[in-house]
């Protein structure tokens, strides 16, 4: 047994189980790739823990520590792949990357000297990922340029290593540059400047390092003994720097849905007083007028009483796409009830507040459908001015639920 890899292995399996805690919160994809990223990384110190350093074990224990490796950088890349959305993609993506790193790590454990070997694996995962990259990102031509040109540098830089009898470091070049493209696609996702993001792409960055750095140390100064825990420093850098980058995830989606529904992503009562005070207090001093109207969906209830809420809730996501499309990006449309919704905006009388009245009104003139279903609904606006019908946003608001309600009771009447 290696004990000296003892604390690295102790404190990886913490950290698998705190991912697999934060797991259990929210089952996000991104992080149970991450999950199995770092379960693959505690199996790589398992396998050292136990190798004896020779034999036929040793040469077994190498190469499950060195795929594992492998594996776990290609998850991490699949995680912020930003094309790589679905399962069928992660499946591709993953074996046109991790299935030629292994096959190269393992016959460079092993000691396959047929150079042929090491050349048809480079290039078949060469032309299977130039393949690949050309099908995903024909639309962005600057991105595909970047990667094919980094393929092409990176598998020549493979192929030379095993002309020069070097497979065994070209097992580094594959885990180092795997390592430095996880790091970027890590801050083009998140494109932050927090302490979480930086810390990971730093520990990426670092953890690309030790690999040249071993290589460098190995042919100019092999007498140079360095602890074991100062190369596995880079692995827990990026651990903590994940774990600080859900947090920050955490902490914005929090703020985000204390002003905004979490339904239909509007916002709520708190940001429509807010920006109902703003248009008030800029159409004081513009002189101008400002329009509230209160939007209630006629038989809505129905719809969620026949078709359950989960239908109801794809019609409620329809509904405000619909009334969007007939609003200004300057007017705020928020979500004030479970079937209401409120719009402020700034016209310049009561002509402009009747037009857009009637153009929220036809949005719902064809009927909804919803996974095969046709819904139907209409709408009653109750709709008020200011300054004619309130001075501040009580005032409107309660004018706005009268004008609505008499709507409601004439459509009644007509009906």
């Keep these: 047994m290696n004990f000296n890899v003892l604390p690295s292995l102790v404190a990886l399996a913490i950290l698998v189980v705190v991912f697999e805690a934060i797991l259990r919160q929210g089952a996000a994809e991104r992080l149970q790739l991450w999950l199995t990223a770092w379960v693959l990384v505690l199996i790589h110190f398992v396998a050292q823990f136990v190798n004896v350093g020779h034999g036929l074990w040793s040469h077994i224990a190498t190469a499950i520590s060195l795929g594992s490796l492998d594996l776990a950088t290609v998850s991490f890349l699949i995680s912020m792949s930003p094309r790589a959305t679905t399962a069928r993609r992660q499946l591709l993506l993953g074996t046109i990357l991790g299935l030629p790193a292994l096959a190269y790590t393992t016959a460079a454990v ?41 393929s092409l540098v990176f598998s020549s830089l493979l192929i030379w290593m095993a002309a020069r009898n070097h497979a065994d470091l070209g097992v580094s070049v594959i885990l180092a540059g795997l390592n430095f ?61 994940m774990i600080l980058t859900l947090l920050e995830d955490q902490i914005r989606t929090n703020k985000y849905l204390a002003y905004h529904d979490a339904l239909t992503g509007l916002p709520n009562r708190r940001l429509l007083e807010d920006r109902l005070e703003r248009a008030l207090a800029h159409a004081t001093r513009a002189g101008n007028k400002v329009a509230v109207l209160l939007i209630d969906l006629d038989h809505f209830k129905e719809v969620n009483d026949t078709f359950g809420h989960r239908i109801g809730d794809l019609a409620l996501q329809q509904v405000v796409l619909r009334l969007s499309s007939r609003m200004r990006a300057s007017d705020t449309l928020a979500r004030s009830g479970g079937d209401e919704f409120t719009v402020v905006s700034n016209v310049s009388d009561e002509h402009g507040a009747g037009t857009l009245m009637s153009g929220l009104e036809s949005a719902l003139a064809i009927p909804l459908k919803v996974e095969g279903h046709f819904i139907q609904t209409g709408l009653s606006i109750g709709v008020v001015l200011y300054p004619d019908h309130g001075l501040n946003p009580d005032e409107l608001h309660a004018a706005a639920d009268r004008a609505m309600y008499r709507a409601k009771r004439s459509a009644r009447s007509r009906a």
């Design 110 to 150: 092993w000691g396959v000297a047929a150079h042929s070997f090491y050349y048809g694996v480079v290039v078949v995962a060469f032309a299977a990922s130039s393949l690949l990259a050309w099908n995903w990102y024909l639309d962005t031509t600057s991105y595909l340029s970047g990667l094919l040109l980094g």
């Design 181 to 241: 493209v996880v790091a970027i696609l890590y801050w083009r996702h998140f494109r932050r400047d927090t302490a979480g993001v930086l810390t990971t792409v730093f520990g990426f960055i670092a953890w690309g390092m030790v690999y040249p750095i071993v290589m460098f140390l190995h042919f100019r100064s092999p007498l140079t003994i360095v602890e074991s825990e100062t190369w596995n420093l880079p692995k827990y850098f990026v651990a903590v720097g």
